[in-house]
């Protein structure tokens, strides 16, 4: 007997368990973000713009299927994910999505240089960088906004009150949603949008 969307996704909160418990840094979360959470995602994400969009620790999927439930095409979006496991099950789940198992955080190396892949739309992150020094998280999104188009934003999932990466002159600015307090733990988007000097100069590029 098949089983329905929900059903599978309450399932999600073992494996997501087991493998926190294996490496809680690595994951960051308890348990998947809840429904209401990844409509805040997607709804800050600037998928209305013509592009593919980029999914960054997409873990067992909750954001790529509400991404697909507001009507962004599968063929549209790839999802990079470091647990093999998660990657696997991923690419079963969204036979048409782009999975790729490897990572996130050097997309130099998993998707090749800057002028050798395509510019996203948006690019939605979940990967934990609690662990990384301010410095290298700035770098590190500063790189991204080399992938996004003219207009393309950066959303992340976090859980902390202030922005996890600061906001870097000259490159990108940072805003955020309201707090989701049905997700466990309470959680907001963190929305980093391009400094409007630097968009002037990306869409004259
Ligand atoms: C907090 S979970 C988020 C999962 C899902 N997006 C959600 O909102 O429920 C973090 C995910 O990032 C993945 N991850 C951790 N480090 C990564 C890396 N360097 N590259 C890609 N994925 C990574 C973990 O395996 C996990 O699936």
Redesign the pocket.
């Known amino acids: 007997m098949s089983r329905s969307k929900g059903e599978r996704t309450q399932g999600d909160w073992l494996p997501f368990l087991a493998?926190w418990v294996r490496s809680p840094l690595?994951?960051?979360?308890v348990a998947?973000?809840s429904r209401g959470?990844?409509r805040m995602m997607v709804k800050h994400a600037t998928t209305d713009l013509d592009g593919p969009v980029l999914e960054?620790?997409?873990?067992?999927g909750?954001?790529t299927r509400t991404l697909l439930e507001q009507g962004v095409a599968p063929e549209r979006i790839t999802s990079?994910?470091?647990?093999r496991d998660?990657a696997k099950k991923l690419q079963q789940r969204f036979p048409k999505v782009n999975v790729i198992h490897?990572?996130?955080?050097d997309l130099e190396k998993t998707l090749g240089p800057v002028g050798q892949s395509p510019k996203y739309a948006a690019i939605l992150f979940?990967?934990?960088i609690v662990n990384m020094p301010q410095a290298r998280r700035q770098a590190l999104f500063s790189s991204y906004f080399e992938r996004l188009m003219p207009g393309g934003n950066l959303t992340q999932?976090s859980y902390m009150v202030t922005p996890p990466v600061r906001p870097v002159p000259g490159v990108f600015s940072v805003s955020s949603s309201r707090r989701v307090w049905s997700n466990i733990p309470p959680a907001r988007v963190w929305i980093y949008s391009r400094d409007r000097a630097a968009e002037k100069g990306a869409a004259a590029a």
């Open positions: 493998t690595k994951m960051g979360a998947p973000s959470y990844c960054l620790g997409p873990g067992l909750v954001v990079i994910e470091y647990d998660f490897g990572d996130g955080l979940a990967i934990p999932l």
